[in-house]
């Protein structure tokens, strides 16, 4: 079998990975026909486990399941007050273990292991952690958001259903995570089930087929793009010295970035697409229901690619990319920094979050170049706009044009320059990379924050006609 998949042109792991993704489809659907709730679980953890040892080896499985296990272990023996700090040391040194140990055997390589999939494992458990520390506080009413108390795990599940819960093969590979009841529920029977919309649970099979063909196209249509642009205009380019960067002007130069940054987003979107449509043909994609009563599937969606690839600014983009991390890092690391719900996070939560994203990520100096910029332009951005918005709405808030026009665009164009520069220097993993990058471009990624600071001094606000203030909110997906 290992002969044959090095015959083929592309690499080993990618094949594994992609079989596996593909397999989860008719796997999916034989997932959901089966009765039992314990014969279910016990399906879904072989499943699992066989993609598992298939693409990373025994060793890779066990790598896998140490932290969770180990968690797990803990959880029933120390109060539950305790859960999320025990589960965010433990994943957190076998994540870091995993990363660190890919890093002296596989320097700089691209290869898949198991890292990824422990990642998703990571925020599933530490998830989970935090759910089952809601379950004894559902009697206090400032210390749970709407979203914490719907989440909240009452009683520790059992082995077998934590085991289901970690090991559910259609997004192991590529996420997203998701959370414990919601996973029960669907095992149950009754993740449909609702008292005025769906009261006998009906399974909206016509409805799910057609949801996980849709993520599954786009997907697919993804790999395409992704396929096309990484021909033309190869992302390894832009750490080269030579041809074929050389010969284009700087301009020249950022279009090239921008199709080859482009086609290193359509991978993303592929994977995260076809997991997305493996798991709601499964069964598990249900979000909620709509004031109409239509199902919303979206509760295993990664990525709003619309919104990353049209978005007006910086914050939208990093909002809608790696979605599901992108809430898991808001609800289970930012906003629990607080004391309780009425207050405000401190000052140094912001920086905790990035630093636990960051280190989630792994340790090449290419990622935390990547994170530190963008907080730096978010920020930046966030206050250019503040003082441009003024001209551009009156006072009822209603656009104005054609300056809206300009706006519009101008935020378009700043945001796409800074998700291209961002994504370069995360994809460059090496301070060397990071320099020749900045090079070939005369340092532009790093002089364009710098500009935008400068801007943001040099333009003159106006006072908000509204007289409204943001304030900080804690609004859950």
């Given at each position: 079998?290992?002969?044959?998949?090095?015959?083929?042109?592309?690499?080993?792991?990618?094949?594994?990975?992609?079989?596996?993704?593909?397999?989860?489809?008719?796997?999916?659907?034989?997932?959901?026909?089966?009765?039992?709730?314990?014969h279910r679980h016990l399906y879904g953890i072989t499943v699992g486990s066989l993609m598992l040892v298939w693409c990373f080896g025994l060793s890779g499985l066990i790598s896998f399941l140490f932290g969770p296990l180990l968690v797990y272990g803990l959880m029933t023996i120390f109060p539950s007050r305790l859960a999320p700090q025990i589960a965010f040391v433990v994943m957190f040194a076998s994540l870091s273990f995993l990363h660190i140990y890919r890093m002296a055997t596989d320097w700089m390589g691209y290869s898949l292991d198991i890292s990824g999939p422990a990642m998703v494992s990571l925020i599933k458990v530490t998830m989970f952690a935090w759910?089952?520390?809601d379950g004894k506080l559902l009697e206090s009413p400032l210390a749970l958001t709407p979203l914490w108390r719907k989440k909240a795990v009452v009683v520790l599940p059992t082995l077998l259903e934590f085991l289901g819960y970690v090991l559910f093969f259609p997004t192991i590979h590529a996420g997203p995570a998701f959370h414990m009841v919601d996973y029960l529920k669907f095992i149950n029977g009754n993740l449909y089930t609702d008292p005025k919309h769906n009261p006998s649970g009906k399974f909206p099979l016509s409805t799910i087929t057609r949801a996980s063909l849709t993520a599954s196209g786009i997907g697919l249509l993804s790999l395409c793009i992704h396929l096309v642009l990484d021909y033309f205009t190869p992302t390894s380019a832009l750490f080269l010295s030579g041809l074929p960067l050389s010969e284009y002007s700087i301009v020249g130069k950022l279009v090239f970035a921008h199709f080859a940054i482009m086609g290193l987003?359509?991978?993303?979107y592929f994977a995260w697409k076809l997991s997305e449509g493996a798991g709601?043909?499964?069964?598990?994609g249900f979000k909620e229901y709509d004031e109409s009563g239509k199902v919303d599937l979206n509760g295993l969606k990664n990525v709003y690619?619309?919104?990353?690839?049209?978005?007006?600014?910086?914050?939208?983009?990093?909002?809608?990319?790696?979605?599901?991390?992108?809430?898991?890092?808001?609800?289970?690391?930012?906003f629990r920094t607080a004391s309780n719900i009425s207050e405000r996070p401190p000052t140094w939560a912001l920086y905790f979050t990035n630093t636990v994203s960051a280190f989630w990520h792994g340790f090449y100096p290419g990622y935390y170049l990547a994170f530190v910029k963008a907080s730096f332009e978010i920020d930046i951005m966030r206050q250019l706009r503040r003082k441009l918005r003024p001209y551009v709405l009156d006072k009822e808030s209603n656009p104005m044009y054609p300056q809206k026009y300009v706006y519009d665009l101008l935020g378009w164009l700043l945001s796409s320059l800074s998700f291209t520069s961002g994504l370069s220097l995360f994809s460059s993993l090496s301070f060397s990379n990071a320099l020749q990058y900045a090079k070939n471009f005369l340092f532009l990624p790093f002089l364009f924050p710098i500009g935008l600071f400068v801007a943001v001094k040099f333009v003159k606000g106006t006072p908000r006609k509204?007289?409204?203030?943001?304030?900080?909110?804690?609004?859950?997906e």
């Open positions: 079998m290992e002969a044959l998949l090095e015959s083929l042109p592309l690499s080993v792991d990618v094949v594994k990975f992609v079989s596996c993704l593909t397999l989860s489809f008719p796997l999916g659907i034989l997932f959901r026909k089966i009765p039992s709730p314990i759910n089952y520390r987003r359509c991978r993303y709601i043909l499964a069964g598990l690619i619309s919104k990353c690839e049209l978005a007006g600014s910086l914050r939208d983009i990093t909002v809608n990319w790696n979605y599901a991390t992108g809430n898991w890092l808001k609800n289970y690391v930012y509204d007289g409204k203030k943001k304030k900080d909110s804690k609004k859950e």
